[in-house]
C-alpha cells in the first residue's frame, strides 16, 4: 500500500506539472551546484528516475549495468560538449529519452541488457551534452561533473527503489508503476511539443 501512495504521489506531480527543460539557476561550480543541477529542469529528473524504474522492472544485472550505462555515457556527452563537439537536436533529444524511457516503463518492456544499456546510454549522451553546455563559467569540470553523477546515481538509486516496493506489492502497485510510466511519457510529449 505505501508503495502505491508513493506511486501515486510521483504520477500526480507529473500529471500536474508542465513541461521544464533546464530550468538553471544554480550559481557557482562546486559539488554541491553540480549535485543540484539534475534536480532543477523536469527532463532530466523524470528521466533519471525513469532509467531506474525500468531497470528494475528488467530485473537482474539490468539493474546496475542500465544505469551504469547511463552515468558513464552522461559523463561522455559532458566531456563532448566541453571539448566543443556538437549534437544535433540535443533538447529534442531529451525530451525523445523521456517520452521513450516512459514508453518502456509503461509497457514493461524486455529486452537484453545490452539493448537496454545501449538505449540508456544513447539517450544520456544528449543529457551529459545539455549539462555540459550549461556549466557555469566558474565552474571546476571535475567538481561540478562529480556532484552531478552523483545526483544521477542517486536518481537512479530512487527509480529502482520506488519499483522495487511496487514489485513487491501488490499487482495495483505495478499497475501503478505503468501508470507513472505512461505519465512520464505524457510529460516528454508535452516537453517536445514546448519546443
Same mark, same amino acid.
Given at each position: 500500500m505505501k508503495a502505491m501512495r508513493g506511486i501515486s504521489a510521483v504520477a500526480t506531480f507529473l500529471l500536474a506539472t508542465t513541461a521544464q527543460a533546464h530550468t538553471f539557476g544554480v550559481t557557482g561550480g562546486g559539488p554541491a551546484e553540480g549535485f543540484a543541477h539534475p534536480f532543477l529542469g523536469l527532463d532530466?529528473?523524470?528521466?533519471? *528516475?525513469?532509467?531506474? *524504474?525500468? %531497470?528494475?522492472? *528488467?530485473? @537482474?544485472? %539490468?539493474?546496475?549495468? $542500465?544505469? %551504469?550505462?547511463? $552515468? &558513464?555515457?552522461? =559523463?561522455? @556527452? @559532458? =566531456?563532448?560538449? *566541453?571539448?566543443? &563537439? =556538437?549534437?544535433?537536436? $540535443?533538447? &529534442? @533529444?531529451? =525530451?525523445v529519452s523521456v517520452l521513450v524511457l516512459g514508453l518502456l516503463v509503461a509497457t514493461a518492456a524486455r529486452m537484453p541488457v545490452r539493448f537496454g544499456a545501449l538505449v540508456v546510454g544513447t539517450f544520456a549522451l544528449f543529457h551529459g551534452h545539455a549539462h555540459g553546455t550549461e556549466l557555469p563559467m566558474q565552474a571546476s569540470e571535475w567538481d561540478y561533473g562529480a556532484g552531478m553523477l552523483a545526483a544521477s546515481g542517486l536518481l537512479h538509486g530512487v527509480g529502482l527503489g520506488l519499483a522495487g516496493m511496487a514489485q513487491r506489492g501488490s499487482v495495483v502497485a505495478e499497475r501503478g508503476l505503468r501508470v507513472a510510466g505512461a505519465a512520464i511519457a505524457a510529460s516528454g510529449l508535452l516537453m517536445l511539443g514546448a519546443l
Open positions: 532530466h529528473l523524470l528521466a533519471m *528516475l525513469t532509467v531506474g *524504474l525500468w %531497470a528494475a522492472q *528488467l530485473g @537482474g544485472r %539490468a539493474r546496475w549495468a $542500465v544505469p %551504469a550505462a547511463f $552515468v &558513464v555515457m552522461m =559523463a561522455m @556527452g @559532458g =566531456a563532448l560538449a *566541453l571539448f566543443g &563537439v =556538437a549534437l544535433p537536436r $540535443v533538447e &529534442v @533529444g531529451v =525530451a
